[in-house]
Each structure stands twice: as C-alpha cells, then as structure tokens.
C-alpha cells in the first residue's frame, strides 16, 4: 500500500535525521498521550506495540510518557532490524525491545496493554488473536484511520466489533480514532468477532 511505503521512508529519514526525528515524533505525542488516558497505561504495565516500523515512534514515546516497558514486534525482518539499532542509539533497549514476527500469531501472555499500529495488515486476524489469547483485564488499543482514508490502508476490510470506549483525534492526523478492547476488564467484556 502507498500510504504504509510513504510512511517507511518517514521512519527511515527519522532514523537518520534527529531534527526530523522530532519533528515527526510531535506529530505522534497528542494522539499517545490521549491513549496513555484512555487506556490509564502506567509505569506497572507491560506493552506490546504491533506494528513499529523502523522507527517506532509509538513504542519510543509510550516508554517516555509511562516508564512501562515495551516490547515491539514487526513483520518486516528489515523494519525490525532498523528498529532494534535505533532503539539501542537512543540507549532504549533496556526499556524497549525488538521482535520480528507476525502480528496474527504473535504471543500476547503477560502484557497488560496492547497497542495495533495504523498499518496493521491484517487487522481483523491479529485483534482476533489477541481477544482470543490475551489474559484477563487486558488491554487492546487499535488505532483507526479517517473514513476518507480508509481505503489507503491495509487491513481495510476490518470492521471494528463493538469497543469498550474510544478517543477521537486531531483531524489533521491520519489517525481518526483508537478504540480501546478491555478483555473481561473495568469496562466490560471485550466482544470477540
């Protein structure tokens, strides 16, 4: 998909480039810091980030706004590579790590926050294995494009089950909404699909 090519390239200039870097992590500070609310992520929960790219702003910013460790997990062998040498520049990897793997299969025990990129191919599987597998009174976080730029996403055919509660954002992001899954949680039972 263009838009997933588009934003790649992004990540790998901010890997390269610390102003732009910056610059672009602003870009994704408001949107975290309505799901790190939504969510009431703090310093004793455990997040897996699906889908980081090679830059993961997300996993990077979650970790400064919560203390909460991350792991991070991508499909693309070349994304995660980028990934795991930037965290380790950045002198992360003690609190952020790296896995390639598929998001749909990935095993989701023990972490308590559970956070789907805007790029997630794929999407209906991958929630529905977390539904399935996550333990109780976890958290699923899937990010939601604009109506108007659905169609330039992968997993576009997701049709998002019943959620717990939401957060709307900026329209001048991508980014139309997060819903938030609790399983078996504060907000009531996660449905699966």
Known sequence: MLITALTEKIECLACKKRLFYLLTALYYKNIIEREVRLAQIGPGDKILCIGGGPCPFSAIILHQLTGAPVTVVDHNAFCARQAA???????????????????????????????????????????????????????????????????????????????????EHNPLTNVGSTVLYVKEGLYGAAQAL
Not at 128 to 143: F, M, P, Q, S, T
């Open 85 to 167: 040498a930037f965290i380790k520049g950045l002198g992360l990897e003690d609190s952020i790590r790296v896995l390639c793997c598929e998001g749909e299969a990935v095993n989701c025990r023990g972490f308590t926050v559970i956070h789907l990129a805007l790029q997630v191919s794929a999407k209906e599987k991958v929630v529905k294995n977390l539904l399935d597998r996550a333990e109780h009174g976890a958290k699923i976080l899937v990010r939601m494009p604009k109506a108007f730029l659905s169609r330039f996403y992968p997993g576009r055919e997701f049709s998002a089950p019943a959620w717990d509660s939401h957060v």
